[in-house]
């Protein structure tokens, strides 16, 4: 993650650009490229940076990796958020979402092919070594999906199933969708497929 020391708010500030310009271009780089045929010093260069600008702020390109992922999950998680605060039917607030993670993954095609071509080996440390960071923010989007069902069945709005199951299914819907749009090379909008993914999701789930 990026480093931190005892520094004024605009040099703060300074150091958030150009931190925010090194993960753009290493999100770019390692869609391309994958991991390990990645260099620092092409993130450097596609960043419009020195290779020793890079390690100013992140430790290694492990460590740049690991912060591409977990800013943009940052981000995802932060919009589902605000959306299950909002006032409606658990079910509308359901489609919000559905609605607001298409279009994300769309705006962010780059990290949705970091995410997928994630090597096997990285991953599993990954998922050792940073199961208090990355992993838990997966598991955080679960438990918001999993509130949001369960609130519609209370409700009564969808039948008596387990919500988390549910909620792992409706993941699963939303990422196989993309999947295939990428392999489409996104040859239309994905955010078309909203009320595609929803329909198939609540027309098994609901009451009516």
């Given at each position: 993650?990026?480093?931190?020391?005892?520094?004024?708010?605009?040099?703060?500030?300074?150091?958030?650009?150009?931190?925010?310009?090194?993960l753009?271009?290493?999100?770019?780089?390692?869609?391309?490229?994958?991991?390990?045929?990645?260099?620092?010093?092409?993130?450097?260069?596609?960043?419009?940076?020195?290779?020793?600008?890079?390690?100013?702020?992140?430790?290694?390109?492990?460590?740049?990796?690991?912060?591409?992922?977990?800013?943009?999950l940052?981000?995802?998680?932060?919009?589902?958020?605000?959306?299950?605060?909002?006032?409606?039917?658990?079910?509308?607030?359901?489609?919000?979402?559905?609605?607001?993670?298409?279009?994300?993954?769309?705006?962010?095609?780059?990290?949705?092919?970091?995410?997928?071509?994630?090597?096997?080996?990285?991953?599993?440390?990954?998922?050792?070594?940073?199961?208090?960071?990355?992993?838990e923010?997966?598991?955080?989007?679960?438990?918001?999906?999993?509130?949001?069902?369960?609130?519609a069945?209370?409700?009564?709005?969808?039948?008596?199933?387990?919500?988390?199951?549910?909620?792992?299914?409706?993941?699963?819907?939303?990422?196989?969708?993309?999947?295939?749009?990428?392999?489409?090379?996104?040859?239309?909008?994905?955010?078309?497929?909203?009320?595609?993914?929803?329909?198939?999701?609540?027309?098994?789930?609901?009451?009516?």
């Open positions: 993650m990026l480093k931190a020391g005892p520094i004024s708010y605009n040099k703060r500030k300074r150091r958030r650009d150009f931190a925010a310009q090194i753009q271009a290493a999100e770019k780089l390692f869609a391309q490229k994958g991991f390990y045929s990645t260099t620092i010093g092409e993130i450097a260069k596609e960043a419009k940076s020195a290779k020793g600008t890079v390690y100013l702020y992140f430790n290694n390109k492990e460590d740049l990796f690991f912060s591409v992922i977990e800013t943009k940052d981000i995802l998680l932060d919009k589902i958020q605000e959306t299950v605060k909002k006032s409606g039917s658990a079910s509308h607030r359901i489609k919000t979402a559905i609605s607001i993670h298409l279009k994300f993954l769309e705006e962010n095609k780059n990290f949705f092919k970091v995410m997928q071509n994630l090597p096997k080996g990285l991953k599993e440390k990954l998922e050792r070594k940073l199961k208090g960071r990355v992993v923010k997966q598991s955080r989007y679960i438990e918001i999906l999993d509130g949001l069902i369960q609130e069945i209370d409700r009564k709005e969808a039948k008596p199933l387990d919500s988390r199951k549910l909620a792992v299914i409706l993941m699963g819907i939303v990422h196989s969708l993309t999947v295939y749009w990428i392999s489409q090379k996104g040859k239309k909008s994905l955010s078309t497929d909203k009320s595609l993914a929803w329909q198939v999701f609540w027309e098994g789930v609901s009451r009516e």
